[in-house]
């Protein structure tokens, strides 16, 4: 009877411990100067994306890049590897050097969504990003939602609120680094 115990014991522990590890969920946390940015993940609706952003997050490839586009009213964008660089004339340029095919979904471009940047293809999107500060439905279905704020939106509020230049380029570097944690 012990025996029987201590094996039911064991099997229910067991399944405790492996159902907490298979549904430990990955977020990003986007670290800058005026703090943290807590992110989640839509795996369902763009794996893609998902997997490109985490990929590229967990070699370190967003670290030391900037927000280099901030735009009141709209958004705050990232994500750019020619931001390493105080040479503006190239920031929002760059890219990881290959593009993934673009996941449009139904996903609205509402305060707060995470979403990925391109040029006039729609399956251009490499690494840069943006953060949706202000609902902006006019994005909806033209560019891949993959994801959506948790925590720190007020961070996102004083970067996008930042003194730029004509570019819309922050005139003071808000650099970022970017990791990929299991919540």
Do not use: C
């Amino acid at each position: 009877m012990k025996a029987l115990i201590r094996n039911l014991v064991f099997i229910f522990l067991s399944t405790l411990l492996l159902t907490t590890v298979v549904s430990a969920k990955e977020i990003a946390v986007i670290e800058t100067k005026f703090g943290k940015i807590g992110v989640e993940f839509f795996e369902g609706k763009a794996p893609g994306h998902v997997k490109n952003f985490k990929d590229l997050a967990k070699k370190g490839f967003y670290d030391g890049t900037i927000f280099h586009r901030v735009i009141p009213g709209f958004m705050v964008q990232g994500g750019d590897p020619n931001t390493k660089s105080d040479d503006r004339s190239n920031h929002g340029m760059g890219g990881p050097g290959y593009s993934i095919k673009a996941e449009f979904n139904d996903t609205p471009h509402k305060r707060g969504i995470l979403s990925m940047a391109r040029s006039q293809d729609p399956n251009s999107a490499g690494s840069q990003f943006f953060i949706v500060v202000k609902d902006a439905a006019f994005l909806d279905g033209q560019y891949t939602a993959f994801g959506k704020v948790l925590s720190g939106m007020a961070v996102a509020d004083q970067i996008v609120n930042a003194p730029r230049d004509g570019r819309d380029n922050p005139n003071e570097r808000i650099e970022m680094k970017v990791k990929v944690i299991n919540r």
